[in-house]
């Protein structure tokens, strides 16, 4: 009769050293669920790599020589470089420029060898809005040469759209983009610049 209950006690503490384990291992799970969940809706809304050998150039500084005209202090500038998206439609977070063509500036910080520059953008009156995007680039940020013109963009109204600038492979410092509207004027919601890896 004392073995039994002994045998019973021992065999109840196992139980609750098993259900602690697999209270652990539950919270171990609950928590690894967690963080990839929240890290990769975070990162799934920058666009996927162009490809192998390019990396996500970090950029130090981007001024304009317009400043957003429409809630510039909620989305200024720096949104356009924050890893996150706005949603479609008016108004989410758009960084906005009414009616006007800014001149917008990127300083990578260092030279940079960019194979291809992605904006995030959404057209609001027609679906050709962003008529065009010129891309200059400078070594020392003063004096910029134009390299090439973009064109023929047509989306959805209403729609935040990632399109793709191919620079093919452009080495500089300072990025100017200067885009042309037809239309509203510019929503802009993230700019990235893919740099080539090696040499
Ligand atoms: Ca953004």
């Known amino acids: 009769m004392r073995k039994i209950i002994f045998e019973h006690i021992t065999l109840a503490c196992h139980c609750r050293t098993l259900e602690k384990w697999a209270m652990r291992i539950f919270q171990l799970h609950?928590?690894?669920?967690?963080?990839?969940?929240?890290?990769?809706?975070?990162?799934?809304?920058?666009?996927?790599?162009?490809?192998?050998?390019f990396r996500l150039c970090r950029v130090e500084n981007i001024t304009?020589?317009?400043?957003?005209?429409?809630?510039?202090?909620?989305?200024?500038?720096?949104?356009?470089l924050d890893g996150i998206l706005p949603k479609n439609g008016w108004r989410s977070t758009w960084t906005a420029w009414y009616q006007v063509d800014p001149?917008?500036?990127?300083?990578l910080g260092r030279e940079?060898?960019?194979?291809?520059?992605?904006?995030?953008?959404q057209a609001m009156a027609r679906d050709d809005e962003l008529k065009s995007?010129?891309?200059?680039?400078?070594?020392?940020?003063?004096?910029?040469?134009?390299?090439?013109?973009?064109?023929e963009i047509v989306t959805s109204v209403e729609t935040g759209t990632w399109v793709e600038l191919n620079l093919q492979s452009v080495r500089a410092?300072?990025?100017?983009?200067?885009?042309?509207?037809?239309?509203?004027?510019?929503?802009?919601?993230?700019?990235?610049?893919?740099?080539?890896q090696g040499k």
């Open 30 to 53: 609950w928590m690894a669920w967690a963080f990839f969940t929240l890290f990769f809706s975070v990162h799934a809304e920058t666009s996927p790599s162009p490809g192998k050998g």
């Open 64 to 80: 304009s020589s317009i400043q957003p005209n429409i809630d510039a202090s909620r989305y200024g500038l720096n949104r356009l």
């Open 103 to 107: 001149v917008i500036t990127f300083d």
């Open 112 to 121: 940079c060898r960019v194979g291809a520059i992605r904006l995030f953008f």
């Open 133 to 151: 995007v010129e891309v200059a680039v400078s070594k020392e940020g003063q004096e910029f040469h134009l390299f090439n013109e973009y064109g």
């Open 173 to 196: 410092r300072y990025f100017q983009l200067k885009p042309h509207f037809q239309g509203w004027g510019h929503q802009w919601g993230e700019v990235e610049f893919w740099e080539l």
